[in-house]
């Protein structure tokens, strides 16, 4: 398969799913998740591992965090002569200046057409940037080819879809496997085919479809594009068994980060067969002093410890003081907590400093954010 396939991931998705304040700076691609990645270090591992060698980023706005973050490409070993790592966005190319007027992934893709077009790979996948799973494409590919579909579609058939992937896109699916219809998830029922909103198709037709879409303005989505064309063309699903999280809330992001302190997620998702690349800061090893106490949490390099922490991801530099207790908190990079303070239910950007005898208690639905840069 290596080879045959090129990797596209859509940061320009309809309805601009985003978490609250920790997207006001950057995309939700490039959010901080599990302690040392960003939420498109999975898709992109994912593309590597299954032996794509080029990879292509569709940004839509804000990716100076996205481009700090994946450099030149060499974490994942995409920084070669031949394919590689590729960031693009819309502003000032020759099909923006056409259609400027004009939203949506169809026209993000059509300003750098010219990437695809001079790529070589018979196969083109698709994929979003805030999907957050562990899995080989190969399969997925190789059944694409075997099945002779115009497109497939890779899904997961949950049976919580009252309570999670509320918003997602699901599949009518008949017994041959093709997709009948698509629908959106409005948490009516538990049972649902949830699409991945991953995509495997024919570079070739996939060209002459945006082409074809932008000639007609008829769609500004390409999953519009799917949704109204089913019944013209073969449209086919793939089913994954592998845990899955859509992360397009607040809400989800906390949801993630408790269920990635658990063995079976955490094993599943970080498995050392499909190794999850990121960018590499070595740092020193966190320093746990005399009052720590740290029960099912995870804590990154770099920091120094001496309260409570349980239930919670801390991330590099953090620094948590003496008698200090946080309880299901996400805490991100150099931050620092003084003594006494209570902290629970909270997430935390980048750079916040919080003083001695401070409480800060949030929702267990709906935790407290705070946005990054904050003396509190």
Same mark, same amino acid.
């Given at each position: 398969?290596?080879?045959?396939?090129m990797?596209?991931?859509?940061?320009?998705?309809k309805?601009?799913?985003?978490?609250?304040?920790?997207?006001?700076?950057?995309p939700?691609?490039?959010?901080?998740?599990?302690?040392?990645?960003r939420?498109?270090?999975?898709?992109?591992?994912?593309m590597?591992?299954?032996?794509?060698?080029?990879?292509?980023?569709?940004?839509k706005?804000?990716?100076r965090?996205?481009t700090d973050?994946?450099?030149?490409?060499?974490?994942?070993?995409?920084?070669?002569?031949k394919g590689g790592l590729?960031i693009?966005?819309?502003?000032n190319?020759?099909?923006?200046?056409?259609?400027?007027?004009?939203?949506?992934? %169809?026209?993000?893709?059509?300003?750098n057409?010219?990437?695809?077009e001079? #790529? *070589? =790979?018979? !196969? +083109?996948?698709?994929?979003?940037?805030?999907?957050?799973?562990?899995m080989d494409?190969?399969?997925?590919i190789e059944?694409?080819?075997?099945?002779?579909?115009?497109?497939t579609?890779?899904?997961k058939?949950?049976?919580?879809?009252d309570?999670?992937?509320l918003?997602?896109?699901?599949l009518?699916?008949?017994?041959?496997?093709?997709?009948?219809? %698509?629908?959106?998830?409005i948490?009516?029922?538990?049972?649902?085919?949830i #699409? *991945? =909103?991953? !995509? +495997?198709?024919?570079?070739?037709?996939?060209?002459?479809?945006?082409y074809?879409i932008?000639?007609l303005?008829?769609?500004?989505?390409?999953?519009d594009?799917?949704?109204r064309?089913l019944?013209?063309i073969?449209?086919?699903?793939?089913e994954?068994?592998?845990?899955?999280?859509c992360i397009?809330?607040?809400?989800?992001?906390?949801e993630a980060?408790?269920?990635?302190?658990?063995?079976?997620?955490?094993?599943?998702?970080?498995?050392?067969?499909?190794? +999850?690349f990121t960018?590499?800061?070595?740092?020193?090893p966190?320093?746990?002093?005399?009052?720590?106490?740290v029960?099912?949490?995870?804590?990154?390099?770099?920091?120094?410890?001496?309260g409570?922490?349980?239930n919670?991801?801390?991330?590099?530099?953090?620094?948590i003081?003496?008698?200090?207790v946080?309880?299901?908190?996400?805490?991100?990079?150099?931050?620092?907590i003084?003594?006494?303070?209570?902290?629970?239910?909270?997430?935390?950007?980048?750079?916040i400093?919080?003083?001695?005898?401070?409480?800060?208690?949030?929702?267990?639905?709906?935790?407290?954010?705070i946005?990054?840069?904050?003396?509190?």
């Open positions: 398969m290596k080879n045959e396939c990797g596209l991931i859509n940061l320009d998705k309805g601009n799913p985003n978490i609250n304040i920790l997207n006001y700076a950057r939700l691609a490039s959010t901080p998740i599990a302690g040392r990645y939420i498109i270090d999975f898709v992109l591992s994912n590597v591992n299954s032996g794509m060698t080029n990879v292509g980023i569709y940004a706005e804000k990716y965090s996205l973050h994946l450099g030149s490409g060499k974490d994942w070993d995409l920084s070669r002569k590729y693009f966005s819309p502003e190319t020759k099909h923006n200046n056409n259609y400027g007027f004009r939203s949506g992934d %169809i026209y993000s893709i059509l300003a057409i010219d990437y695809i001079r #790529s *070589t =790979e018979e !196969y +083109i996948l698709i994929a979003p940037g805030y999907m957050l799973c562990s494409y190969s399969e997925a059944h694409h080819k075997q099945s002779k579909n115009d497109i579609v890779i899904y058939n949950i049976d919580n879809a309570e999670d992937f918003g997602c896109m699901t009518n699916i008949d017994s041959n496997g093709k997709v009948l219809n %698509i629908g959106n998830n948490g009516a029922f538990p049972r649902a085919n #699409s *991945t =909103e991953t !995509y +495997i198709v024919r570079r070739t037709d996939f060209i002459r479809c945006i074809k932008a000639s303005g008829t769609y500004s989505y390409f999953e594009y799917i949704n064309e019944p013209n073969q449209v086919g699903a793939f994954v068994k592998n845990y899955l999280k397009n809330s607040i809400q989800s992001y906390a980060s408790k269920e990635m302190l658990s063995k079976e997620v955490c094993c599943e998702l970080f498995n050392s067969d499909r190794k +999850i960018k590499d800061k070595s740092q020193a966190t320093i746990y002093k005399k009052h720590a106490n029960e099912n949490s995870f804590v990154a390099t770099g920091c120094k410890i001496d409570t922490v349980i919670s991801t801390i991330f590099r530099k953090v620094e003081g003496k008698g200090s946080l309880k299901n908190c996400v805490i991100m990079q150099n931050c620092k003084e003594e006494n303070v209570v902290l629970e239910n909270v997430i935390f950007d980048k750079n400093s919080v003083c001695e005898g401070k409480v800060l208690k949030g929702d267990r639905d709906y935790p407290m954010v946005e990054k840069n904050q003396k509190l």
